[in-house]
Each structure stands twice: as C-alpha cells, then as structure tokens.
C-alpha cells in the first residue's frame, strides 16, 4: 500500500506528561496551539461549537510493528484478548488517537478545551467541529468496556 505524510497542525499544551496516567482526563484542560501558517482566524467560528474532535499522534510511546496477535486489552490479563482495530489505545500502527473535547475557549490559533486525553507536547494533525449528525445514536460495546472505561473521564 502507497505511504503518505502528515505534517501536524498544532500542539497540545497543558499538565499531563506521564503517558503511563490513562486514567482521569475528564477535568485536563489542554490548550491546542495551531501553528501559524494557517493564520490568527483559522478557529473563526468553531466557537459557536460546544465540542471539537481532535486527531493526535500517540508519539511519545514507542511503535510496536506487530499486530497481527490479538492482547489482553491496556496489557490486563483480567480482560480479553483483542485484535489491534478493537481498541483506542496508543499501540496502532499508526499511532492516531481521536477524542471528542468540550470546548472551553478560542482566541486567535489557541483553542482550549477539556478532556483531551493527549499528554503535554503531542502533534494534533487535525480537528473537527463536532455536528449532531454525525454522532451515532444506539452505541452498543461490551459490558467489560463500560467497566474498564468507568474512570477514563472522570475528574
């Protein structure tokens, strides 16, 4: 398959540097700053927005090529094994994370928002405003998950 190359749009600022912490993102606020080229206006109008998802790069964990055997998933041996498009972690092989924030604030090319789960220093390659009709209705996921996932955004 052809390769291709994205260059990153911003960087995420705020308190969280242990990538090892998974827990507890629900208060982090983080303030993305979009790099200049894209000019002081390139937020105008995502204010009117109450949420944003943002596309990161899990870079600062190291890359694991192989994925072809499914894992305990988060490496517990208390919860199933599953295959590496099963999970959100940061061992993909591609290393891209998504997560739908609260805004807080845009000024300018900052946009702060809370709840990213992105440590201090990670590339955002992209955002999007975040529109009723694309946010699924009827979810459904294992019972473990809920468990596992009870304290991800808790404060």
Not at 1 to 9: A, K, L
Not at 10 to 18: K, Q
Request: hydrophobic share 35%.
């Amino acid at each position: 398959m052809p390769s291709f190359e994205i260059t990153p749009i911003g960087t995420v600022r705020n308190d969280r540097t242990d990538v090892q912490h998974t827990d507890n993102w629900g208060a982090v606020r983080s303030t993305i700053t979009i790099d200049e080229r894209f000019g002081d206006l390139c937020l105008q109008g995502l204010e009117g927005f109450s949420h944003v998802e943002v596309l990161f790069i899990f870079d600062q964990f190291p890359a694991d090529g192989d994925h072809r055997e499914p894992r305990p998933y988060r490496g517990r041996s208390d919860l199933p094994p599953v295959g590496v498009f099963a999970g959100r972690g940061p061992r993909r092989p591609n290393r891209i994370g998504v997560t739908c924030c609260a805004i807080e604030s845009v000024h300018g090319r900052e946009l702060t928002v809370v709840g990213l789960d992105a440590v201090s220093g990670t590339p955002v390659v992209d955002l999007k405003p975040t529109m009723v009709e694309f946010v699924p209705v009827n979810v459904e996921q294992p019972e473990w998950v809920s468990r596992l996932m009870s304290e991800y955004f808790q404060p």
